[in-house]
C-alpha cells in the first residue's frame, strides 16, 4: 500500500547531544593569542589588528599542544597512508586507473599496483597493459590501501594484498567521511552473516561473506553473478538500511554501533527501517 | 536563405483557413456500409510500399508510402562522434530525426522543431535501438534522418518501418527488422487499422459524452524475435480495450513482415 | 539525465535482488516508497505543491492567465506544461543539459491530459475564440532520485486540485463586444475539478519481473519500462515505452494491470491527504522547502 503524509507530519528530532560552544562558523575568531599556530581551516588576516585567528570552516575546533584546526564536519576525505578505501573506476587510463574516492581528487590506482591473475609475481606485459578494461572497468568498485600520499593531494592507491581488489555483489552506501571512526580494522566479518567495509573515505561496502581461499587463483578479478540466497540477501540489505539510518542521525560508524543498530531493527520489516 | 525579419513582418502564428469554415465533419468513421471514409474496412490496412535505396549519397536508404503519407529516411555513418561527451567506449550511438516537411500537413509547420517534434524523434530512437547491434559499434555514431513528406495519417509507423528498412540498407549489423503499426480505438470493440489523418485521435474532435475508449495505440515490433520495442497509446482507453487494441497492433504489425522482406530482397537482386 | 554508475556486479545484484522479490532496500517489487505533499507553499501563484520521495524532490507551480483559444476547439481553454531540470539536482542539468529530460516529462504530461476528461478544458472557457483560461503547469525538479515521472504527475494532480481561477463576470457591451470584469475578492475562486486527472505509474523491467518506483540505481539497472497513465478508475490514458531496450509482448498485460492497480492506490492515498490537507486549512503551518 502507499502512504502519503504531510512534511509537517514528520516527527522532527533534533541531535541535541552536540553542544555548541565546540563549533565555530568560517569568520569566527578563534583566539587571539598570538602564541598559537595556524592549522587547517583557519586563517589570519596578515597585518589586522592583532594576529587573530579565524576559523574558514564550520566545524569544531581541535587543539594539539600549540597548533589549532577546525575539522569540518562535511568534508571530503583526505586520505592518510595505510587507509583502507573503498572507490569507483572512472576512467581507465594509460598504464593506470582513475578512482573516485570521495576525495578532493581522483585517486590513482598504477597497473603495477595491482595484483594480477596468475600469482603475486607475475610480471606485467604489454598484453596486461591492453587488457587492463578487462580487469577493472568504468563503474567497478574496488577496495585499496592507500599506498602514497602526492604532493598536490592526488591518492595513490594498491591493491597488492589478497584483501583488497574488485568488490563483486553487495551494495555500497556512500556517508560522510567523518562518520567513519578510525580503527586498526576497517574489514569485519560481521556475525549476523555478512562482512562489511567501513572505509576511510566513507564509503560503506556491504557484501556476503564468502570463502576467502578461491580469491588468490584470479587475483579476485573473476566475478561470479550467481544469486545471492534470499536470507543472506535479507540481511545485507537490513545492514545497509541500518548504515544509511545512522549516517542519516549523525552516529559514528564502527562494527559495533552497526551491529547494535541491525540488532535493534530485527523487531522491524527491512522496508521499514528506513 | 537569409532572411530580412525586420521586413517580412510576418504574424507570430496563423492558421488554417479551413478551421474558420463551415466544413461538417463526419460523425462516424464508418459509413452506412461498414466502410472507412477511403472505402475500406475496419480491420484492412492501407496498402504499402517500400522501397531501398532512394537517396543516393546516403549510406542507406528508404521511402515508405501508405496511400498519401510519404516518409523518406536516409542512413549515415557509422562514422567518428563529434562531441566528445557523447563517446561511448563499448558501444555506437544511435541519432535520431524525424521532421516534417514544412509543407507535409494540413497546417503549415515551422522549420525549428517543435515539442512535438522533439518526442517523435525520441520515440523513434527507441523504438529502432532495440534492433541494432549498437555493441558492435563502438566509439562511433550512427545517424537516421527521417523526413515526412506528406502526413495522411500513421505517421509514426511509417517512419519506423522505413528508418529499420534504411538501417538494413545501410548494412548495419541488425537483431531483426522493426515493423510497427497504429490503431485508432473508437468505442468498446472498433479497432480501425492504419488510421488516415481525419480518423486519428484528436481532443477536439470528440464530445466529453464519448470520451470513453477513444484512443489511438501504435506498436513496433520486432518480427523474428518476437519482442516489442515500442508502445505508444493516447486517449482515455479501459485497461482491457488497450491490451485489444494492442493485441490488434502486433498482428498487423506481424503481418507488414513479409512484405518488409520481400522488398529488401528485391532491393538486392536489381 | 543525471546518471549512476555502477559496475556490472552491483548491477548483477540489485537484478537478482529484484527476482528474488527484495530490493536493495527492502522493498519488494510492487512496494512504493513513503511520499511527503503539500500543497499552497508559493504565494504568488494559484495552486502550488511541493513534493518528496525518496530523495527525489518536485516542486509545481500552476499559474493561470487570460489568453486565445485554440481555433481547434473555440470554447476550451488551454493547459500547457512545462519541465524545469535545475541544476540544483545535478550539474549536468545546467544550459541545454536538461532538456531532454524536461522534454520527455513534459510531453507525456501533454499525452496523458490530451483528452475530455482529465481536466474539463470547457469549463476554462471564457468567450468563444476570443477569450479562455490558460493553465501554466511549471514543474522544477529539485532532485533526481529515481522514478521521477510520477513523482511529478503526482505534485501536478496535487497543484491541481489546489489550483483556485477567479470567478470572472461575462457582460455584454457595445456593440456585440462582450467584457470581462475580475471579482474584487481575490478568494472568490472556483477550483479545477481533479476527479479524472491522472497519475503516472512507471513499471520498470529488469529481468524478468518488473518494479515500481525504482530508485536511481535501480533505473541504471533497467533497459525499458512502461510509463502509463491511469485514472482513478483504473482507466489508462496515455502510454508510452520509455529506454532503449524492448519487451516480451507476454509480460505486457503484465505491467499494465500492476500499473492500474498501483495507479489505483496511489490515487486513493493522494486523494485522502489532499481531503485532510484542505480539512485542516490554516489550522497547519507549511513546511514549505525543507
Known sequence: SITISLPSSRKCCSNSNLTNSYLVTPGDVITEDTDYMRGHGTYSIEGGEGDKLHSS??????????????????????????????????????????????????????????????????RRSATDELNMREYLNEGDLISAEVQQVNSDGILSLHTRSLRYGKLSQGCCVVVSPSLIKRRKN??????????????????????????????????????????????????????????????????????????????????YKVSVVM | MPTDARRLAAPDSSQDPKLFGDIVKPQTLLDENEMRAD???????????????????????????????????????????????????NKGKLKCELKYAPFSSSKHREHIPDAEDVENSDILLQAISPAVCLQRYPKSQIEVHVLVLEDDGSVMPAAITSASLALVDAGIEMYDVVTASSVRVAGQEACFIDPISSEQFSRASLHKSNDINQGMVMVALLPSINQVSSILSVGHLESSVLQEAITTCTFSAQNLHSVVRKSIISSFKK | MAKVILGDSEKWFIIHGIQDDLRNDGRSCDDYRHIEVETGVISNTHGSSRLRLGNTEVMVGVKVELGTPDPHSPNDGLIHFHVDCSPNADPSFQGRGGEELSSNISCILTRIFNNKTAIDLSTLGIIPHKQCWVVHVDVLILECGGNLFDAVSVAVKASLHNTGIPNIQVTDGDEGTQEISLPDDPNDVKFINTNNCPLLVTISKAGSRHIVDATADEESCCNASLVVGVTRRGRTMGMRKMGEGSLDPESIPEMIETGKNIGRQLHIALDKLLKVEQGMANDIEKVGYL
Not at chain 1, 58 to 86: M, S
Not at chain 1, 213 to 226: P, Q, T, V, W
Not at chain 1, 230 to 250: G, P, S
Open chain 1, 57 to 122: 570552516v564550520a566545524g569544531v575546533v581541535e587543539r594539539i599542544n600549540k597548533l589549532i584546526c577546525v575539522r569540518a564536519l562535511k568534508t571530503r576525505f583526505t586520505g592518510e597512508v595505510g587507509d583502507i578505501v573503498v572507490g569507483r573506476v572512472k576512467e581507465v587510463q594509460q598504464k593506470r586507473w582513475k578512482v573516485e574516492t570521495n576525495s578532493r581528487l581522483d585517486s590513482i590506482l598504477q597497473l603495477s599496483s595491482v595484483n594480477l591473475p596468475g600469482g603475486e609475481l607475475r
Open chain 1, 186 to 267: 576497517h574489514i569485519h566479518n560481521l556475525p549476523c552473516g555478512a562482512s562489511i567495509i567501513l572505509a576511510n573515505n566513507g564509503f560503506v561496502w556491504i557484501h556476503p561473506s564468502r570463502s576467502e581461499c578461491d580469491k588468490d587463483a584470479d587475483g579476485g578479478f573473476l566475478i561470479s553473478n550467481e544469486a545471492i540466497n534470499y536470507d543472506e540477501r535479507e540481511i545485507i540489505c537490513r545492514l545497509r538500511n541500518c548504515v544509511k539510518c545512522l549516517a542519516h542521525r549523525n552516529v559514528i560508524l564502527f562494527d559495533t554501533s552497526v551491529l547494535y543498530a541491525y540488532e535493534a531493527s530485527l523487531p
Open chain 2, 39 to 89: 472505402g475500406r474496412y475496419m480491420t484492412q490496412p492501407r496498402n504499402i510500399f517500400l522501397q531501398c535505396g532512394v537517396v543516393s549519397q546516403a549510406k542507406g536508404s528508404a521511402y515508405c508510402e501508405l496511400s498519401k503519407t510519404k516518409v523518406i529516411c536516409s542512413v549515415y555513418g557509422p562514422k567518428d562522434i563529434e562531441m566528445r561527451e557523447e563517446f561511448q567506449i
